[in-house]
């Protein structure tokens, strides 16, 4: 049990109680919108954004690496594809880890072994040596999440749990442009090899930062949550029994028992397939956009992968910041799922002008208008998976979306390199990544009803 001891005053918002695993009670301000600050949400999502830096080089620099090992495009798909399904296979353990280990520990161990790996990358010889150390990277690179997205739904409630895994998926998204253009220019101005030395620096740096975030209580945010709700209703300070907010413990249940536990959650499972189904597109868009550029625009190499990540970071940042927004300003039933499904409409319409309408300045801002899309509609989707799934389980909870997430997004590059070789153009090959991201939308706003009563089940 959490023990909360109200102010004198007790209709002040200020309570006392203990936040972190280890260490005595803290003044929390009930009415601040993040009451401890931003700084956890910084440091995930700086992770968030070197993880998916690093996974992303590869991409930039893929022209040049191709010309060295001399590989097909359906090889080079393959890259990404067998990492995903390495680090797939590891989520659900992962999942069950974040549930009972220390959380920021796992996640300062995971971005080290990152960094190890880049090293690994750009000392390989053959391209047999080249692709075992990028499904070793792979099989690492999703390993972060779960306990990443269990530490921000304890350390923010949810009126502010938009923003925080705005944070996040920000990082994230802008990962991939950034990985682009830095893996490009480093190859152009540099040799291929340079682009993964010099990624293994801030990776260290960034898992030193990480280490300064001390573990939260499991369940902080929810009980934050009961709190304002009980102030509401009753105008004091704390929990209904006025004295004690309950921690939550973690799950006995098996590894499968739980995991099909959290698939019978109707808006959680919704979720999942729309964020497995839109990762396969989004994955084979940014893995390929330099080269379809380079070919069909007939761009050098640097300003290919320049472009893309410009006008994909561009449109990440306002969808992001759109997003996140209007997902934490509650509009009515089903709100953050309705709104998610809005952006993802209006980036499957912009990616299939990007990719059927010739003309660079188009393409372009199609590109932008579809990354602005998808980047609103990922914080309020991560947000609505914490906040259906009890806190017991929430590691678990992040792991099953990831898996399934990694496993569509795994597919996303093959798909692309196998039907650019098998119609001999890569701009027939990304035709194939807009079916998916339609279907995403349909599935997304068929679970819209549920949401509202999963999320009060999973709060009780």
């Known amino acids: 049990m959490t023990d909360i001891q109200p102010e004198t005053n007790p209709t002040a918002s200020t309570v006392s109680l203990q936040v972190h695993a280890r260490g005595g009670r803290e003044r929390v301000d009930l009415a601040e919108d993040a009451p401890f600050g931003w700084w956890p949400a910084i440091v995930i999502g700086l992770v968030a954004f070197i993880d998916r830096v690093e996974i992303n080089l590869i991409a930039g620099a893929l022209p040049a690496i191709q010309d060295h090992f001399g590989f097909s495009d359906t090889m080079a798909g393959a890259i990404p594809t067998a990492a995903s399904i390495a680090a797939a296979a590891l989520l659900l353990p992962a999942g069950r880890l974040a549930d009972r280990a220390p959380r920021v520990a796992t996640v300062v ?6 960094s190890l790996f880049s090293v690994l990358s750009g000392l390989a010889t053959t391209f047999v040596m080249f692709f075992l150390v990028r499904i070793a990277i792979g099989a690492a690179g999703q390993l972060y999440n779960p306990p990443a997205s269990s530490l921000l739904a304890d350390y923010y409630p949810n009126t502010s749990r938009g923003k925080a895994f705005g944070i ?21 101005a540099l040799d291929w090899r340079a682009v993964f030395f010099i990624a293994a620096v801030p990776g260290v740096v960034i898992a030193l930062l990480m280490a300064t975030v001390k573990e939260p209580l499991r369940g902080l945010g929810d009980a934050i949550d009961r709190m304002r709700a009980a102030r509401e209703e009753t105008g004091a300070v704390g929990a209904p029994d006025g004295a004690q907010v309950p921690e939550h413990p973690t799950s006995s249940a098996g590894l499968l ?70 997902g934490d300003h509650d509009r009515g039933t089903g709100w953050r799922i309705r709104l998610s499904a809005a952006c993802l409409l209006i980036g499957a319409i912009g990616l299939t002008v990007a990719v059927t309408v010739p003309g660079l300045g188009l393409r372009l801002a199609m590109i932008t208008l579809a990354c602005v899309g998808f980047a609103g509609a990922m914080p309020n989707l991560t947000a609505a998976a914490a906040n259906v799934v009890p806190s017991s389980t929430r590691g678990m909870g992040f792991a099953l979306l990831q898996f399934l997430t990694t496993l569509g997004g795994a597919f996303g590059p093959l798909l692309v390199g196998a039907m650019s070789d098998a119609f001999g153009d890569i701009g027939t090959g990304m035709l194939f990544l807009l079916p998916p991201v339609f279907l995403a939308v349909i599935i997304l706003w068929a679970v819209r009803g549920s949401y509202e009563r999963d999320a009060s089940a999973a709060s009780a």
């Open 109 to 114: 161990v995971v971005v080290l072994t990152w």
């Open 168 to 188: 996040e998926r920000a990082g994230y998204y802008m990962g991939l442009p950034a990985g682009v253009i830095i893996g490009g220019a480093v190859a152009e």
């Open 257 to 326: 028992t739980d995991a099909k536990a959290l698939l019978r959650i109707g808006t959680l499972k919704g979720v999942i397939l729309t964020q497995a189904i839109l990762a396969l597109g989004v994955a084979g868009l940014f893995y390929w956009l330099p080269t379809f550029l380079e070919r069909v625009e007939g761009l050098d190499v640097d300003a290919a992968s320049g472009l893309a990540g410009g006008v994909g970071g561009t449109g990440i940042v306002v969808g992001i910041i759109i997003g996140s927004r209007l």
